[in-house]
Every structure is written in structure tokens, then in C-alpha cells.
């Protein structure tokens, strides 16, 4: 059942983050559905610009549209990852996301509000959710001064003037990630302090923390000995979702560990099968192992076992 985010965030605000998986193509899609109801969770399915364009965007929608039959025990939200202005509008109208997020987060205060606000109003008069972004991710190094560092992340009282002047349903907040498997280049990790200040100033708004897979170190170890050469990757300590979640963080975006899986696996296979040319068997080891990830990822998260009394809220 395809629902709207907002009604996964009445669920889960405050107590756990819903999953929120980038896909790409069918493997990842079988997956992503396996492993949601193996652990029986509530999970939005996030499309970007680039995965829209990787085959064609109706690729895409029809694989959804398809797994909904496969699997109709599946609560989820379709959403389009960092949009610019014109793809959101392409997403509202095709009738088919149930979420967009607008990322006009490069531009100044009052440019991104402007933005925001008008995809925020063609959004709602057809029913769907808008996430926006405040502030910058990534590039927190710590030889960058604290003054400098704080700069880049989400100021809490602007948040509150953004959320009331564009009326969008979920924030984005940069609170110390950043996209990729290389996060931070020593003992940096999340301000939880900026994320606590933020939730004070929009209590009950829902917060989204990009920039959030945990690149485990066994993964990249594991693709280092297959021949990778992934040197210094390092990622959020998936140990504190449930804190941020506890603090407004109800969704959480996880694309680059799915990846990883990916690279793992098929560097692993080809290493021990040289002689293997069929892509299903390949396929089918993928899947399973992205189904293992994403259902020991949403115990981390929280959302895991939330599934059955999601349905009985949104039905
Ligand atoms: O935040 C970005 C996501 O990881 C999507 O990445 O634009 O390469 O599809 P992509
Ligand atoms: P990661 O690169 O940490 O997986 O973040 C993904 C993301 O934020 C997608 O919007
Ligand atoms: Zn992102």
C-alpha cells in the first residue's frame, strides 16, 4: 500500500525513524520489499534525479507499481530525492509520488524559502508531501575552526522561519553528515546538540537526517580483500538513530551502505566464480544479502516490527 510520508510520520515521531532506500533497478527494489516485511517495517522508497535518468523514469514506477501486487502486506512512501523545482513538479503531476523533496538548500535563506513555497502549494492542492532542506551537509572537517563548522549546520531559529513561512511537512536538517562513504576524516560525529535545539524551535515537525549509512567497517574490509581499494570510508554509528530519533529524526536516508552491499557482493562472487557468466545467480545472491541489510538496518532504526500497527493507522 503506497501511503503519504506524513502519515508514517504521525506514526513514528519521536519514538523511531522509518527507513528511507534510494533504488536504482529490480534487484535492489526485490530487496528493498523482502527485507522490509522480513522485518516487518514501514519504509519509503526514495527515487533521485539520477536513478530517474539511469534507465527511464517509468522503469522505475513500474517496478513499484509491480512489487505493490508482489508484496501487499508493504506499507510505503514513494518520494523524490533531492529534487530541483522542475523534477518535483514532474513527480506531482505524474500522480504517482507520494512525497517529493525540494533541495534549494545551495541557495540563500530567502531564495530557498521562495523556492520551497512554491512547491510546497502545488504539492498540497494534489495531495502529496514536500520535505525541504536548511543548511549544508558535509565538508565539516575538524581542521575547520568550530565557528566555520557550526556555519554549515541547520540554525535552529532559522529553521523555525522556514518551516512557518513555507508551510512544508518534513525539514532536512545538516547536523553533522554528510552523502557518501566518507564522512568524517576523524572523530567527528552527529551534533546532537544542534539537532535537540532544533527540535525545541519546530516541536512536532518532523526532521530528516541525510547522509546516514553507517559504512561498516566489515564491508569495507570485505571489498578491500576482493580487490576494492575504499581507503579511510567511515559513516554515522548506526548506535545513534534511536537518539536522534527520540529528538525528532523520523526519517533517515540510507543509499551509500546499500551500494556497498552491492560492491561487496559482486566483488566477492566473481573473485570466487572466475569462470561464472550468468548474471542470475549473481542476481539472486544480491538480493538476498540486500534483504538481510535492509532488515538489520531498520532494527537499528527502530522501525522494525512497527509494520502491522502502521496498517491498522493508515487503513
Ligand atoms: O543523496 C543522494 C543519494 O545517495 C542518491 O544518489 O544521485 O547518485 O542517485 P544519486
Ligand atoms: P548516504 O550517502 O549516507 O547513504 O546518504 C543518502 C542520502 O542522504 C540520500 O538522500
Ligand atoms: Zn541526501
Same mark, same amino acid.
Request: glycine content about 8%.
Given at each position: 500500500?503506497?501511503?503519504?510520508?506524513?502519515k508514517l +510520520?504521525?506514526?513514528?515521531y519521536?519514538?523511531?525513524?522509518?527507513?528511507?532506500y534510494?533504488?536504482?533497478?529490480l534487484e535492489?527494489?526485490?530487496?528493498?520489499?523482502?527485507?522490509?516485511?522480513d522485518? &516487518?517495517?514501514?519504509?519509503?522508497?526514495?527515487?533521485s534525479?539520477?536513478?530517474r535518468?539511469?534507465t527511464h523514469k517509468?522503469?522505475?514506477?513500474?517496478?513499484?507499481?509491480?512489487a505493490e501486487k508482489?508484496?501487499?502486506?508493504a506499507? +510505503?512512501?514513494?518520494?523524490?530525492?533531492h529534487g530541483d523545482?522542475?523534477?518535483c513538479? #514532474?513527480?506531482i503531476n505524474?500522480? +504517482?509520488?507520494?512525497s517529493?523533496m525540494?533541495?534549494a538548500?545551495?541557495e540563500?535563506?530567502?531564495?530557498?524559502v521562495e523556492i520551497?513555497?512554491?512547491?510546497?502549494?502545488a504539492?498540497?492542492? &494534489?495531495?502529496?508531501?514536500v520535505?525541504?532542506?536548511?543548511?549544508?551537509?558535509?565538508g565539516?572537517?575538524?581542521h575547520v575552526?568550530?565557528?566555520?563548522a557550526n556555519?554549515?549546520l541547520t #540554525?535552529?531559529?532559522?529553521?523555525?522561519? +522556514?518551516?512557518?513561512l513555507?508551510?512544508?511537512?518534513?525539514?532536512?536538517?545538516?547536523i553533522?553528515t554528510?552523502h557518501?562513504a566518507?564522512?568524517?576524516s576523524?572523530?567527528?560525529g552527529?551534533h546532537?546538540?544542534?539537532?535537540?535545539q532544533?527540535?525545541?524551535?519546530?516541536?512536532?515537525t518532523?526532521?530528516?537526517?541525510?547522509?546516514?549509512s553507517s559504512v561498516?567497517q566489515?564491508?569495507?574490509?570485505?571489498?578491500?580483500?576482493?580487490?576494492?581499494?575504499? &581507503?579511510?570510508a567511515?559513516?554515522?554509528?548506526?548506535d545513534?538513530?534511536?537518539?536522534?530519533?527520540?529528538?525528532?529524526?523520523?526519517?533517515?536516508?540510507?543509499?551509500t #551502505?546499500g551500494r556497498l552491499?552491492w560492491?561487496?557482493?559482486?566483488r566477492e562472487f566473481f573473485?570466487?566464480k572466475?569462470?561464472e557468466?550468468d548474471?542470475r545467480?549473481i542476481g539472486?545472491?544480491?538480493?538476498?544479502e540486500?534483504a538481510k541489510f535492509?532488515?538489520d538496518k531498520?532494527?537499528k532504526l527502530?522501525s522494525?516490527?512497527?509494520?502491522d500497527e502502521?496498517r491498522?493507522?493508515?487503513?
Amino acid at each position: 500500500m503506497i501511503v503519504t510520508t506524513k502519515k508514517l +510520520f504521525e506514526a513514528a515521531y519521536g519514538k523511531y525513524a522509518i527507513g528511507a532506500y534510494n533504488i536504482n533497478n529490480l534487484e535492489q527494489t526485490m530487496g528493498l520489499f523482502r527485507g522490509n516485511l522480513d522485518s &516487518k517495517s514501514p519504509f519509503i522508497i526514495q527515487i533521485s534525479k539520477g536513478a530517474r535518468s539511469y534507465t527511464h523514469k517509468l522503469m522505475l514506477e513500474g517496478l513499484i507499481f509491480s512489487a505493490e501486487k508482489v508484496f501487499p502486506e508493504a506499507v +510505503f512512501a514513494v518520494h523524490l530525492d533531492h529534487g530541483d523545482e522542475e523534477t518535483c513538479y #514532474d513527480c506531482i503531476n505524474s500522480g +504517482f509520488y507520494s512525497s517529493v523533496m525540494i533541495d534549494a538548500s545551495h541557495e540563500s535563506f530567502e531564495k530557498n524559502v521562495e523556492i520551497t513555497k512554491r512547491v510546497v502549494d502545488a504539492a498540497h492542492a &494534489k495531495g502529496l508531501v514536500v520535505e525541504a532542506e536548511l543548511g549544508q551537509l558535509g565538508g565539516v572537517e575538524e581542521h575547520v575552526k568550530v565557528d566555520e563548522a557550526n556555519a554549515k549546520l541547520t #540554525d535552529p531559529k532559522q529553521a523555525k522561519e +522556514f518551516v512557518k513561512l513555507t508551510g512544508v511537512d518534513s525539514l532536512a536538517c545538516a547536523i553533522g553528515t554528510s552523502h557518501g562513504a566518507f564522512k568524517f576524516s576523524g572523530s567527528q560525529g552527529l551534533h546532537f546538540d544542534v539537532l535537540a535545539q532544533i527540535q525545541k524551535e519546530i516541536p512536532g515537525t518532523p526532521l530528516v537526517m541525510h547522509g546516514s549509512s553507517s559504512v561498516p567497517q566489515e564491508e569495507v574490509e570485505r571489498i578491500n580483500a576482493a580487490g576494492g581499494e575504499l &581507503k579511510g570510508a567511515k559513516g554515522v554509528d548506526a548506535d545513534q538513530f534511536k537518539r536522534a530519533a527520540e529528538l525528532g529524526v523520523t526519517k533517515i536516508n540510507i543509499d551509500t #551502505d546499500g551500494r556497498l552491499v552491492w560492491t561487496r557482493v559482486h566483488r566477492e562472487f566473481f573473485r570466487d566464480k572466475p569462470a561464472e557468466f550468468d548474471l542470475r545467480p549473481i542476481g539472486k545472491v544480491f538480493m538476498t544479502e540486500y534483504a538481510k541489510f535492509i532488515a538489520d538496518k531498520n532494527v537499528k532504526l527502530g522501525s522494525a516490527g512497527h509494520l502491522d500497527e502502521v496498517r491498522k493507522l493508515v487503513s
